[in-house]
């Protein structure tokens, strides 16, 4: 699976949006972005995952680049729920294992 | 959120003792997942499973059993607790292996 790099921490005020930003740069054609989350004590959640097309689902938007070496996980407004370790995971589908790296800690405030 | 609900939550105990957890699905998915979730290592897959008495190893899969009779199902044995085995344990589960996995809420194991 490729590697990805995240920033370890970022700020953001509650009802703004966040961007966390996340670099795949060694991507492979068959390999799709995922980005998880886990709020402190609970289990990773499932935010969204794509190929090369920008997604869109009820929690939030993944922008993808068009050459694939980097992505974008957007939370249009944040809320104080949404401080979490964010994960981007780059993964060939049909493969059993996740790989979590460092992450992302984003910390929303009031 | 996911059906799955792991047992117990939290558990204690000495080392060199048999311990199991469970993890028990209501999704009806095919594919289910041990993780353990240690500092500075994230998560790493334990064992797998791809059906019913379908399992397979993941990295770290030394020290640990697994056991899947029913869809609903999947358990980890550690059949001789170590203290290098104290950990939060997540079960996942998909519906197969091109679908998210989606994670249980973890159990805390401590072994003394």
């Known amino acids: 699976d490729a590697k990805t790099t995240q920033p370890p921490s970022m700020d953001c005020a509650e009802g703004r949006a966040a961007n966390l930003p996340c670099n795949h740069s060694?991507?492979?054609?068959?390999?799709?972005v995922y980005w998880y989350r886990q709020i402190h004590s609970q289990g990773p959640q499932y935010i969204i995952h794509g190929l090369k097309n920008n997604e869109t689902n009820e929690m939030a938007s993944l922008i993808i680049t068009e050459d694939r070496k980097s992505s974008t996980l957007i939370l249009p407004h944040a809320t104080l729920r949404d401080t979490a370790v964010y994960y981007c995971i780059v993964r060939v589908t049909g493969y059993s294992t996740l790989t979590f790296g460092k992450g992302t800690m984003l910390l929303v405030s009031p | 959120d996911a059906g799955i609900t792991q047992s117990p939550r939290h558990k204690v105990t000495e080392t060199g003792t048999p311990v199991t957890l469970r993890c028990h699905q209501t999704e009806n998915h095919r594919y289910m997942y041990w993780y353990r979730q240690d500092p500075g290592h994230g998560l790493r897959l334990i064992h797998y499973?791809?059906?019913?008495?379908?399992?397979d190893k993941g990295e770290v899969s030394d020290g640990y059993s697994v056991s899947r009779s029913k869809t609903e199902d999947f358990l980890l044995t550690l059949e001789s607790a170590t203290s290098s085995q104290t950990s939060v344990y997540f079960c996942a589960i998909s519906r197969d292996p091109n679908q998210p996995q989606h994670f249980g809420d973890g159990t805390r194991l401590s072994i003394l």
């Open positions: 499973s791809y059906g019913v008495k379908d399992t």
């Open positions: 060694t991507i492979s054609g068959n390999e799709y």
